[in-house]
């Protein structure tokens, strides 16, 4: 139990373009749910809070008009990274709070991440 | 305001030796804790978690940890290190649920022969 999954794995884009990555909770409601972004070889940044049905939190220094946050329903959020720049380019995981059930409401449960490429 | 310091980015053990991971948190107010396993290019694999239960936690793959509020430690152990256990570890600390996590800068661990 407790499934996250992300979609895509891996995407390789055009500089300006716009990617969107999105995050499923496969087996639990999750009323929150987070974004991350990891360099290599360093920790997770935490980039948004995403709360369903409501605008997302986002962390200072992350600009909102660049990384488009969704939670239209209790099993999906979206991030879309608008006219992506190279320096887009990173390890993008998002993670949902466990709801109830099969998931514990005091823990994150991590989707396997996606590998953003802006050429 | 919240905190976690992982000491050592790299640790080193050889295949049956003690592993010990570090890691340190700050914390206003009574903290949850968490230790979460990577492995390369996937995303995060839950460890174990404290959250004002018992102190000593047993998590999955023969992991355990310890809650020291004297100390504000946290340290990840598992007794018999196995070449599977090869990944990056990282300590993450929260102040209850529903909140988001802070983590440490991660620590990679290698097991050699």
């Known amino acids: 139990g407790a499934v996250v999954s992300q979609h895509p794995s891996r995407v390789i884009c055009k500089s300006g373009t716009s990617v969107k990555i999105e995050c499923r909770s496969l087996?639990?409601?999750?009323?929150?749910m987070f974004w991350y972004r990891q360099f290599p070889k360093q920790s997770l940044m935490l980039m948004a809070t995403?709360?369903?049905?409501?605008?997302?939190?986002?962390e200072q220094g992350v600009e909102k008009d660049k990384f488009l946050i969704n939670h239209a329903s209790l099993t999906l959020s979206t991030l879309t990274v608008t006219s992506a720049h190279p320096e887009d380019s990173s390890f993008y995981i998002c993670s949902a709070l466990g709801g109830a059930s099969r998931a514990s409401t005091d823990t994150q449960y991590f989707g396997p991440g996606t590998r953003l490429t802006v050429l | 305001a919240q905190s976690v310091t992982q000491l050592g980015s790299h640790v080193s053990v050889s295949e049956g030796a003690l592993v010990l991971l570090r890691c340190n948190y700050s914390?206003?107010?009574?903290?949850?804790l968490f230790w979460y396993v990577q492995y390369p290019n996937q995303g995060l694999q839950l460890l174990l978690k404290?959250?004002?239960?018992?102190?000593l936690v047993k998590g999955i793959n023969g992991f355990e940890a310890e809650f020291k509020k004297s100390e504000t430690s946290f340290h990840l152990t598992k007794p018999s290190a196995h070449m599977s256990d090869a990944a990056e570890y990282f300590c993450a600390v929260s102040t209850g649920t529903a909140s988001k996590l802070t983590f440490g800068t991660g620590t990679r661990l290698q097991v050699t022969l």
């Open positions: 087996d639990f409601q999750a009323t929150t």
């Open positions: 995403s709360n369903e049905g409501s605008k997302a939190t986002y």
């Open positions: 914390s206003s107010v009574p903290p949850y």
């Open positions: 404290y959250t004002s239960a018992a102190t």
